[in-house]
Every structure is written in C-alpha cells, then in structure tokens.
C-alpha cells in the first residue's frame, strides 16, 4: 500500500442508451495507458487512476479499493468517497446498478472482509464485524438498516482524536446529490 493517505480515480461511464438517442456526444476520455482524463481536446487533468467506459467493475475495485481491505484488518482505518454529479455513476461503482449487473465495491469489500478473515482465522484469531448503512441528507442521518430511527435520535460523535468508532472501520459513502 503506497505512503499516500488520499489517492482520487476518476471513472467515465458510458453514455447512456437514452443519451445515445439524443445524440450526445463523449466530452472526456481516460487517456489509455495512463491515470489522465482528457477534457474536450487540449485539457489533461491526472489522477491515481483514471478508468474509461469499458472498465470493469472488478478493475476499479481491485486497483483502488482491494488494498485498503488488507490494511484495515492490519489495524488502519479507511474511507472510500464517490462523488460526482447526478447521474455520473456513484450507485453504479458503489453498489451495482440493478441484480443483473455486476456488483460494486460494497459487495465486493464484504466479500473479501470475509474470505480474508477466514484465512486469519486460521491461525485462531477472533473478529468480529458490524455494518452501518446510513443516509446523510440535508444535515440529518437516517439509518437505512432501521427506518424507523428517527432522525433526531441519530449523531455522529468523535472522540479526542477525531476518531468516530473504537474498532478499525472501512467507510464507504456516496456524495448524496
Ligand atoms: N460504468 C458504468 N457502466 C455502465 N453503466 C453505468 C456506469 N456508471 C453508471 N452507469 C449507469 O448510469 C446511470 C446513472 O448512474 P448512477 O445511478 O450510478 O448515478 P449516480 O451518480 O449514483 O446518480 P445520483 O447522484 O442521481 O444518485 C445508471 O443507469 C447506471 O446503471
């Protein structure tokens, strides 16, 4: 895992078929080969990576996402952010878009917590593992795992070292636009 703490990937999606209909036309293009992004014709912005439309989903998690599931289970915290405009393909890369696309980073991180953890656990070590799912909109959390916590009821606490939980924790969130 490299020393940096904030790596950025962009990812082009597809157009759309609905976008195709209208005739729109592709404005950025991954450059091949490379981790830049090529706005319009003359525009070259870089990044960690850079994924185009026909990245799959099993790409992006493993070159950006599969490193920090081994460092959390050696003790490091970790946050995976997706932001992005409506419609740009956050839900998609986090979660897969319907059941019969493939699966997005959250499937894929409870996958190899588990296998992970069962290789550990062969050496007699113990985990234990708890999820949240939470909703953060207008300044206000919703626990999508219990509907009916109200909102109110609901807070994000740190402790003196700005940590939110005791135990190691992975994030992964979605800008909610
Ligand atoms: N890499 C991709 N390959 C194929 N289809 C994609 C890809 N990324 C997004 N899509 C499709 O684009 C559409 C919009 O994507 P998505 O719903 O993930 O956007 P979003 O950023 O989460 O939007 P919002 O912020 O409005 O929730 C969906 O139909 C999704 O299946």
Known sequence: M?????RVAARVRPLLPREVLRNHRVCVRAVPGSAQVMLGSDRLFCFDHAFGPAASQDEVYESCVQPLVESLLDGYNATVFCYGQTGSGKTHTLGGG???????????????????LGKRGDDGA??????SYMELYMEELRDLLELHTGPKELRIREDERGNTGKKQSLTVAKQVT
């Open 2 to 6: 490299s020393e940096v703490c904030v």
């Open 98 to 116: 319907s059941p019969d696309e493939e699966g997005g980073i959250i499937e894929r991180v409870a996958r190899d917590v588990f296998l992970s």
């Open 126 to 131: 113990e985990a234990t593992v708890q999820v």
